[in-house]
């Protein structure tokens, strides 16, 4: 069964720092490209992060470009957010999602649960 | 950058069909998915590559694509599919970025 288990969320203060952790199981991670997903209370689904098979490549979103770092660890199957300089605009549910296997489809067959983050004074 | 837009609700009642589009000119030239998100819960993809229905989704969800519009179709709607639901596409033509629609809350009456 895949699991995918975020962790590290919390309260941070704005200008701040926080560190996402997801933990994968039940699947080969190294074969996967994975992606960070969040969620504002009450608003849509907002793409922040994208990093693919042996860190060759990260993609972000534009909103994010600059303060957040996804990596990735194929020896303990763990992906991260490095989230700097954080703002209220970042208050979100973050997901751990991994993207499907295949050349031109580009969608997220598992989430995690997700991981909140509350940016505020 | 790419958007992707969806009716902001719609209702429907049990037994009866659903239809949601979400239109965006990324969809012109890539696959459009479709995610169920029910209160609480992480989302779950319903359709992907416009049309195709992962393993273990009822085959009352349906989707199709015409031009920059993708649609997804209940047929009989029950309760349980009571749900926000959002379209996803991508592109990577130039770098590789990921968009989704606003998301459409689906009542069923």
């Known amino acids: 069964e895949v699991k995918l288990l975020e962790s590290g969320g919390g309260l941070v203060k704005p200008g701040g720092s926080l560190r996402l952790s997801c933990v994968a199981s039940?699947?080969?991670?190294?074969?996967?490209?994975m992606n960070w997903v969040r969620q504002a209370p009450g608003q849509g689904l907002e793409w922040v992060a994208c990093i693919t098979t042996g860190s060759s490549h990260v993609f972000y979103s534009d909103s994010v470009k600059g303060r957040f770092t996804i990596s990735r660890d194929d020896a303990t199957n763990s992906l991260h957010l490095q989230m700097n300089g954080l703002g209220a605009e970042d208050t979100a549910l973050y997901y751990c999602?991994?993207?499907?296997?295949?050349?031109?489809?580009?969608?997220?067959?598992?989430w995690g649960q997700g991981a909140r983050v509350t940016v505020s004074s | 950058s790419y958007e992707l837009t969806q009716p902001p609700s719609v209702s429907v009642s049990p037994g009866h069909t659903a239809r949601i589009t979400c239109s965006g000119d990324?969809?012109?030239?890539?696959?459009g998915y479709w995610y169920q998100q029910k209160s609480g819960q992480a989302p779950l993809v319903v359709i992907y590559n416009d049309s195709e229905r992962p393993s273990g989704i009822p085959e009352r969800f349906s989707g199709s694509s015409s031009g920059t519009t993708v649609t997804l179709t209940i047929s009989g709607v029950q309760a349980e599919d009571e749900a926000d639901y959002y379209c996803?596409?991508?592109?990577?033509?130039?770098?590789?970025?990921?968009?989704f629609g606003g998301g459409t809350k689906l009542t069923v009456l």
């Open positions: 039940g699947f080969v991670f190294s074969k996967y490209r």
């Open positions: 996803q596409s991508a592109d990577n033509t130039d770098s590789y970025t990921v968009v």
């Open positions: 990324v969809l012109a030239k890539q696959y």
């Open positions: 999602a991994r993207e499907a296997v295949g050349v031109i489809q580009f969608y997220f067959d598992s």
